[in-house]
């Protein structure tokens, strides 16, 4: 998140929760079979646990997962895992509570902690940590958290630090993201476009186009390769 914030998008021009069922449904009619709920930070939008639910329904849905902060993790992970999510991703690139601190500019790292222990407890599995670095994994930082991932049972997967505007991503060491030959994921962004590939301008709208053709236009488009995106920011399409 920018440091000075970001632009409040107008509460009509996001997805409802039906809207984003619809288009999960019609995925999910036409061969998906996981989805990933993230953001942004996706706990801070009120009702999260009945979407989740609402997915959990579609019986070809087979697999739900979140990417979270883990800052309010401690006090949904419960009921999440009761609504149907089946594992979590949590951001997290240091252990030093004042590098965290520093780094997240709000944070306090000890509600992290808590929100692992909530996802464990909950049954949340596997919990996966997503350590940004700027060079590689010998990075300090990096290393406090290869060292935590390890002696709490956590699945450390460390993402080089990206640029949509310059095309610099690469593949996440210890995951399968960045790897375009193998891509088979679309995104779905709050204000309802269809991206087929973060590093690319090309966007198709569910609420312009209807959920069907958007569908078949963002598969049919689907790059074979990454590039550029000059039309976005991570902090308004996620990571």
Not at 106 to 114: A, H, S
Not at 116 to 126: Q, T
Not at 178 to 188: D, E, F, Q, T, V
């Amino acid at each position: 998140m920018p440091e000075c914030g970001v632009p409040i998008m107008a509460h009509d021009k996001i997805l409802t929760f039906e809207e984003i069922v619809e288009v999960v449904r019609f995925g999910a009619a036409n061969g998906i079979t996981k989805v990933r709920i993230t953001g942004g930070e996706p706990l801070v939008r009120r009702g999260i646990v009945q979407l989740v639910g609402q997915i959990a329904t579609i019986t070809e849905i087979k697999d739900i997962g979140m990417t979270t902060n883990g800052i309010l993790l401690n006090q949904f992970a419960k009921d999440l895992a009761a609504a149907g999510l089946n594992r979590v991703n949590i951001s997290l690139d240091t252990i030093d509570p004042d590098r965290f601190h520093e780094i997240t500019r709000l944070g306090n790292i000890e509600d992290v902690f808590k929100g692992i222990d909530a996802a464990r407890e909950a049954g949340l599995f596997p919990i996966k940590i997503n350590c940004v670095v700027r060079k590689n994994s010998q990075e300090p930082d990096a290393l406090g958290v290869k060292t935590f991932g390890e002696k709490n049972g956590l699945q450390v997967r460390f993402i080089k630090e990206m640029n949509l505007q310059t095309g610099q991503f690469s593949v996440v060491e210890g995951g399968d993201g960045g790897h375009c030959a193998s891509c088979n994921r679309i995104r779905l962004t709050a204000n309802g476009d269809l991206k087929p590939c973060l590093f690319t301008d090309l966007s198709y709208n569910v609420r312009e186009m209807g959920v069907e053709k958007a569908y078949l236009a963002a598969i049919g488009n689907k790059p074979s390769c990454g590039s550029i995106n000059q039309s976005n920011q991570f902090s308004n399409i996620g990571g």
